[in-house]
C-alpha cells in the first residue's frame, strides 16, 4: 500500500500556472505508477496525466497536452504536475492516484489522495 498526500492547489486566474505535487510514501512507493485525477461536482472523476513508476513514459487527455507536464522526483517519490495556461475549465478536485505498475497508465489506480482544490477564475 502506499500514501499520497497532494499539494500546491489554489485559486488563480485564466492563463496563469500552478504546480501540483503528489508526496507517495510507503515500503514499495518507488515501484508505483502514478496518475493526476480531476472532479468538479456532479461529475465523474476524470483521467489528466500519469507518468510510469520510473519516471520514463507519461500520457494525457487530450484537453490539457500542451498545457500540463507531469514529471518524478525519483529521489523524494514526488510527482509534479505543471499546469500552465490554466482555464476556468480546469477547475476541480486534483487526486493524486497511484498503482503498481503496469502496462496501461489510464486504469486500475487502486489508491488515492485526499485531493486538492484548484479553482481558475476567468
Known amino acids: 500500500q502506499v500514501q499520497l498526500v497532494e499539494s500546491g492547489g489554489g485559486l488563480v486566474q485564466a492563463g496563469t500556472s500552478l504546480r501540483l505535487s503528489c508526496a507517495a510514501t510507503?515500503?514499495?512507493?518507488?515501484?508505483?505508477?502514478i496518475a493526476w485525477f480531476r472532479q468538479v461536482p456532479g461529475k465523474e472523476r476524470e483521467f489528466v496525466a500519469a507518468?510510469?513508476?520510473?519516471?520514463?513514459?507519461?500520457y494525457y487527455r487530450d484537453s490539457v497536452k500542451g498545457r500540463f507536464t507531469i514529471s518524478k522526483n525519483n529521489t523524494k517519490n514526488t510527482v509534479y504536475l505543471q499546469m500552465n495556461s490554466l482555464e476556468p475549465e480546469d477547475t476541480a478536485v486534483y487526486y493524486c492516484?497511484?498503482?503498481?505498475?503496469?502496462?496501461?497508465?489510464?486504469?486500475?489506480?487502486?489508491?488515492y489522495g485526499q485531493g486538492t482544490q484548484v479553482t481558475v477564475s476567468s
Open positions: 492516484a497511484a498503482k503498481v505498475r503496469g502496462l496501461s497508465l489510464t486504469t486500475r489506480y487502486t489508491d
Open positions: 507518468i510510469r513508476s520510473s519516471g520514463e513514459g507519461t
Open positions: 510507503g515500503r514499495t512507493a518507488s515501484t508505483y505508477d
